[in-house]
């Protein structure tokens, strides 16, 4: 990126789009512009002004294109919209990935993701493989089915790669193995909108015995495509940006100065270089992350930003609940994980609900809060003074566990308290 173009892309948003005019009513615009120069956009202010009716962030009228539905980073489905060429770009991009990820010349790929309701995935990466530069055969199963009816339409296509999310190739694994069959025609498993864990691993394998596992790209509905993955990189969470069409930035959570040197976590901020109708630029993604090179562009990702559970007065991140189980599991069939948030007595409650294979309930469940109270003292702390209930560990079956309707996500935390 060189600053020409940022201050291109910054003066034609300040030009064209009354929420950035607004924005960008102090930010000089010189030759030596950087992005640290400029404003991180605020959600609250840029969805209040991003609407439908009387859209302030839009740089012109929609004329063409497409709107898809966004849950993203903002509690409530908000609209994101791309222009034809602009959607046409994106997807060459994940078309790109798709191929560094392992697809190749022939491959029959599932296509499990969710289409309707203006969801993006489905009809996204059957775009992307339109434009994949490796020919392969089309599966549109769709994530809607039953996985009974997708584990059958797989094996009577001989599915050969799989698009889906974690949560929803989990559902199919979890029914394979409980009729004791699997599918070995599967080689390549490639997920995209949430992160595969180590724990959802032995189901999938028992399910797909030979397939790799491996990040379809990184993106957001609301950001568009960011980066791809790294051709032979064992590490799924590992990914490069998309230059020079695409800014990542990782800047400090506390102090908001950018972070270059490898190993340092902090939060993710996207720029769009390309998109012209609904400017992107300093746009917090909801992810942290940490620079693996960033001369080359390559970052890891370590989760979203605001997955902790407000417990009381303490934090709890679902990162490290995850990790627990993880390690308790020894090897086990954990198919879903879902941290519940109620409040009973006056007091928060903080439940973890696993699905899986984990033997004795009260045994497993009692090493898990065992080990958490091990790596987090402070929890226990706040138990024996009265402010908050003791971890529950719950063992339910996995079709019990929440999902997004809309997009068949698993939801990893429920606020169930009132008020």
């Not at 991009?93 to 309707?116: E, I, K, Q, S």
């Not at 899986?356 to 226990?380: K, S």
Request: aromatic residues 6%; glycine residues 8%; hydrophobic residues 40%.
């Amino acid at each position: 990126m060189t600053a020409s173009q940022l201050r291109e892309l910054v003066e034609f948003a300040r030009r064209n789009s009354p929420y950035y005019r607004d924005l960008y009513a102090r930010v000089k615009t010189d030759e030596n512009l950087r992005p640290e120069d400029l404003p991180v956009v605020d959600h609250s202010g840029f969805w209040a002004a991003n609407t439908t009716h009387d859209n302030q962030v839009l740089t012109s009228r929609q004329l063409e294109g497409i709107v898809f539905r966004t849950g993203g980073t903002t509690s409530r489905p908000k609209l994101t919209v791309f222009t034809r060429a602009e959607l046409h770009a994106m997807a060459r991009l994940w078309a790109d990935g798709c191929t560094a990820a392992g697809l190749r010349p022939g491959d029959r790929v599932a296509n499990l993701f969710y289409a309707g309701e203006l969801y993006a995935s489905f009809l996204f990466n059957t775009l992307a493989l339109q434009e994949a530069s490796v020919p392969a055969v089309h599966l549109p199963i769709a994530g809607s089915p039953s996985p009974e009816i997708v584990a059958e339409t797989m094996a009577e296509q001989q599915a050969t790669v799989v698009l889906a999310t974690p949560t929803t190739l989990t559902r199919v694994a979890a029914h394979l193995v409980a009729r004791g069959e699997s599918l070995a025609s599967v080689r390549l498993f490639l997920f995209s909108g949430e992160a595969f864990h180590a724990d959802q691993r032995p189901l999938i394998t028992k399910a797909f015995p030979r397939a790799d596992v491996r990040s379809l790209g990184y993106a957001s509905v609301d950001a568009g495509v960011l980066a791809a993955p790294v051709e032979g990189e064992p590490d799924t969470r590992v990914h490069r940006v998309h230059r020079p069409h695409k800014l990542l930035e990782i800047v400090d959570e506390h102090t908001g100065e950018p972070v270059r040197e490898p190993g340092r976590p902090g939060l993710l901020l996207a720029t769009d270089l390309v998109r012209r109708l609904m400017p992107v630029i300093r746009y917090p993604v909801g992810d942290v992350a940490e620079w693996v090179d960033h001369e080359d562009g390559r970052f890891r990702l370590l989760g979203r930003s605001e997955t902790g559970a407000r417990v009381g007065p303490m934090t709890v991140y679902l990162e490290d609940l995850r990790a627990v189980v993880d390690e308790v599991s020894g090897g086990r069939l954990i198919s879903g994980m879902q941290a519940v948030q109620r409040r009973r007595d006056s007091k928060d409650e903080l439940v973890l609900r696993i699905a899986g294979e984990i033997g004795d309930p009260e045994r497993f469940a009692a090493l898990v809060v065992a080990r958490f109270d091990e790596l987090r003292p402070a929890f226990g702390e706040h138990v024996e003074a009265g402010m908050i209930h003791p971890l529950t560990v719950e063992h339910v079956p996995l079709e019990e566990l929440a999902v997004n309707p809309r997009s068949g996500k698993l939801v990893r935390l429920l606020d169930q308290r009132s008020g």
